[in-house]
Nanobody, 119 residues
Framework: QVQLVESGGGLVQAGGSLRLSCAASRSIFSISAMGWYRQAPGKQRELVASITRAGGTTNFADSVKGRFTISRDNARNMVYLQMNSLKPEDTAVYYC????????????WGQGTQVTVSS
């Protein structure tokens, strides 16, 4: 079991940047992958970015490629999402998620943090 707590959301103008942080309650070294999802009003939750245990592989949704980066600090049990060149369509609640080893799904979720991008 691992608890995840996101922070860093807020209101930003289009073109601006935000850095989201996800703090895990225990070591994430054994966590297979960490991801950031988002859900906008009236839309399905989508995977924005993911990173493998050692950080060697990252994946991004096409809509954020070149603008967002994901990183993890296993020593600090932290995962980050750096969001640059933000657009109004990035407005959503962003969730941190963890996929344990042996699982095909993200089994652990944070409570979410709101990101609002004004035009």
């Amino acid at each position: 079991q691992v608890q995840l707590v996101e922070s860093g959301g807020g209101l930003v103008q289009a073109g601006g940047s935000l850095r989201l942080s996800c703090a895990a309650s225990r070591s994430i070294f054994s966590i297979s992958a960490m991801g950031w999802y988002r859900q906008a009003p009236g839309k399905q939750r989508e995977l924005v970015a993911s990173i493998t245990r050692a950080g060697g592989t990252t994946n991004f949704a096409d809509s954020v490629k070149g603008r967002f980066t994901i990183s993890r600090d296993n020593a600090r049990n932290m995962v980050y999402l750096q969001m640059n060149s933000l657009k109004p369509e990035d407005t959503a609640v962003y969730y941190c998620a963890a996929r344990p080893r042996g699982s095909l799904a993200y089994d652990y979720w944070g409570q979410g943090t709101q990101v609002t991008v004004s035009s």
